[in-house]
């Protein structure tokens, strides 16, 4: 068998890793921010239903340009943010990881960069690398916040054509404001062109309440792009449907690169049936953030911390060594995320069940180590 070494691989993907969690035996897997509770019975009846029909015409290609999905897709961004959207402003994809590489192969690519703001979402740098666009870490403060101005003036600097903000941010948890995208957006406007700004809300429907989205920002800013995703809110991270909401020049553009029939039958039709349910999928929203701030409120009893949250999940610390902390939480049958950020910890809010299992196995850890700073 061939190593790697051996293959004509291109330079810039030597010496990587694959993106992905760690998948190891454990009792209560709170690691990769999954919606802990499973799909409502009838969305289980109609989708069998819906699946049966379309299965009548898998000898045929997919509706290419997915109108049913996109335009559905529209309703809700309208009707769950107030911002007016119509289907040619929205585009769909396999998972918003495929939504964010055919970005990059639209407006990134060879001698082209991208600029992200680290700590932030790891498949950023990795898709851009992927599709040979260049990569730049933008400059956060000691909190994980974004400063303004500095993002701003870093954009001028290095001049990216793809920049991307996380909100709220993975693995840190919180929203990003208004005013700080602004800012970005302001910022990429160039003496010889300009560059797009890609706000990723995957975690939008769980941010604390009176966080706006960055949808509301799309009028008049033809360069912004607000992706969203069905595997957290909505509980269907199997699905794998991503989606965009952006000026409709932006999804001509993505058309040129998106791969043909791309989104297939039972795709579309699966996840048509999740948004005829929407409220009772979103049900759950409300009992997953109360169980993040259950571990919030929780952690200083421990003598730990968190980074506020706006996601699904909660980074806390600080650890001497977290990857021991990480491995003795495994050891009790609870794996959390290590994110690599030194001292931090990542974990997912799962159920009641599952938080009360995680804070005992952490309370145990504490007297076992004792090594929180």
Same mark, same amino acid.
């Given at each position: 068998?061939?190593?790697? #070494?051996e293959?004509?691989?291109?330079?810039?993907?030597?010496?990587?890793?694959?993106?992905?969690?760690?998948?190891?035996?454990?009792?209560?897997?709170?690691?990769?921010?999954?919606?802990?509770y499973?799909?409502?019975?009838?969305?289980?009846?109609?989708?069998?239903?819906?699946?049966?029909?379309?299965?009548?015409t898998?000898?045929?290609?997919?509706?290419?340009?997915?109108?049913?999905?996109?335009?559905e897709?529209?309703?809700?961004?309208?009707?769950?943010?107030?911002?007016?959207?119509e289907?040619?402003?929205v585009?769909?994809?396999?998972?918003?990881?495929?939504?964010?590489?055919?970005?990059?192969?639209?407006?990134?690519?060879?001698?082209?960069?991208?600029?992200?703001?680290?700590?932030?979402?790891?498949?950023?740098?990795?898709?851009?690398?992927?599709?040979?666009?260049?990569?730049?870490?933008?400059?956060?403060?000691? #909190?994980?916040?974004?400063?303004?101005?500095?993002?701003?003036?870093?954009?001028?600097?290095?001049?990216?054509?793809?920049?991307?903000?996380?909100?709220?941010?993975?693995?840190?948890?919180?929203?990003?404001?208004?005013?700080?995208?602004?800012?970005?957006?302001?910022?990429?406007?160039? #003496?010889?062109?300009?560059?797009?700004?890609?706000?990723?809300?995957?975690?939008?429907?769980?941010?604390?309440?009176?966080?706006?989205?960055?949808?509301?920002?799309?009028?008049?800013?033809?360069?912004?792009?607000?992706?969203?995703?069905?595997?957290?809110?909505?509980?269907?991270?199997?699905?794998?449907?991503?989606?965009?909401?952006?000026?409709?020049?932006?999804?001509?553009?993505?058309?040129?690169?998106?791969?043909?029939?791309?989104?297939?039958?039972?795709?579309?039709?699966?996840?048509?049936?999740? !948004?005829?349910?929407?409220?009772?999928? !979103?049900?759950?929203?409300?009992?997953?953030?109360?169980?993040?701030?259950?571990?919030v409120?929780?952690?200083?009893?421990?003598?730990?911390?968190?980074?506020?949250?706006?996601?699904?999940?909660?980074?806390?610390?600080?650890?001497? #060594?977290?990857?021991?902390?990480?491995?003795?939480?495994?050891?009790?049958?609870?794996?959390?995320?290590?994110?690599?950020?030194?001292?931090?910890?990542?974990?997912?809010?799962?159920?009641?069940?599952?938080?009360?299992?995680?804070?005992?196995?952490?309370?145990?850890?504490?007297?076992?180590?004792?090594?929180?700073?």
């Amino acid at each position: 068998m061939a190593t790697l #070494d051996e293959l004509p691989l291109r330079p810039e993907l030597r010496g990587r890793t694959p993106y992905g969690a760690p998948q190891v035996p454990a009792t209560h897997r709170l690691n990769t921010n999954e919606n802990p509770y499973p799909l409502p019975p009838e969305l289980l009846g109609d989708l069998a239903k819906a699946l049966e029909q379309a299965a009548v015409t898998l000898n045929r290609y997919p509706d290419r340009d997915a109108i049913e999905l996109r335009t559905e897709l529209a309703r809700y961004l309208t009707r769950t943010t107030g911002q007016p959207l119509e289907a040619r402003e929205v585009w769909a994809a396999n998972g918003s990881n495929e939504v964010l590489q055919e970005i990059l192969q639209a407006f990134g690519g060879a001698g082209r960069s991208a600029l992200g703001f680290t700590p932030s979402y790891s498949m950023h740098p990795i898709i851009a690398a992927g599709t040979g666009t260049g990569w730049a870490d933008g400059h956060r403060r000691d #909190d994980f916040t974004i400063d303004a101005a500095a993002a701003a003036a870093q954009v001028r600097a290095l001049r990216p054509d793809v920049v991307f903000v996380t909100s709220p941010n993975n693995p840190t948890g919180t929203a990003v404001a208004l005013e700080t995208i602004r800012a970005i957006y302001d910022a990429t406007t160039y #003496d010889d062109g300009a560059g797009v700004v890609v706000v990723d809300e995957a975690y939008a429907e769980f941010a604390r309440a009176g966080t706006p989205s960055a949808l509301t920002l799309l009028p008049g800013r033809p360069r912004l792009i607000v992706s969203r995703t069905m595997s957290k809110a909505f509980g269907m991270a199997g699905l794998r449907l991503g989606y965009l909401a952006a000026d409709a020049a932006v999804v001509d553009a993505l058309q040129l690169v998106r791969l043909p029939y791309h989104l297939s039958s039972l795709t579309q039709a699966a996840a048509l049936t999740a !948004l005829a349910h929407t409220d009772a999928l !979103l049900a759950t929203v409300d009992a997953v953030k109360a169980q993040r701030d259950r571990i919030v409120a929780a952690l200083p009893a421990l003598g730990l911390t968190s980074v506020p949250s706006d996601a699904n999940f909660v980074l806390f610390g600080h650890f001497a #060594d977290a990857h021991a902390a990480w491995q003795a939480l495994l050891d009790r049958g609870v794996l959390v995320r290590d994110v690599g950020l030194p001292g931090w910890l990542r974990v997912t809010a799962g159920t009641a069940e599952e938080t009360t299992a995680f804070l005992m196995a952490l309370a145990a850890v504490r007297a076992e180590l004792g090594d929180a700073r």
